[in-house]
């Protein structure tokens, strides 16, 4: 399969599990990579044919606005479900990081597989 991906997606989000946190909104990073057969684009010339990469990053943006989430883990497993649904896609690999939340270190998060290649 080939891949559609979104790389260093930069999103305010309202996450963590201290009570400062959910007073605040963080910054997350978020980095996606879609499976997907880029050869029926690839010979159509077509948008429709695509999996659409600003369609998803626009729908990421809007999830991770939609509410608060205690856990990283959880965000991504929500991202992974609604991509997977919503554009079928097959199978993905969501990373989700925070860049300011641990001192000392460049960033912070989770690395989730989900769906078959
Ligand atoms: N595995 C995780 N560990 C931690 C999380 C998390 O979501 N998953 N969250 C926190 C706090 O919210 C932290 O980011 C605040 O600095 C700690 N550990």
Sequence with gaps: MDIVYIRDLRIKARIGIYPWEKAIQQQIRVDIEMAWDNRIPAASDKI?????YKTAAQRVV???EADHYDLVERLA????????????VPW??????????????????????????
């Design 92 to 117: 993905l690999r969501v990373t989700l990081g925070k860049p300011f939340a641990v001192k000392g270190s460049a960033e912070v998060g989770v690395q989730i597989e989900r769906g078959q290649r």
């Design 48 to 52: 429709e044919d695509t999996l659409n």
């Design 62 to 64: 809007q999830l991770v």
């Design 77 to 88: 497993e929500e991202i992974a479900k609604t991509l997977m649904t919503e554009m079928q």
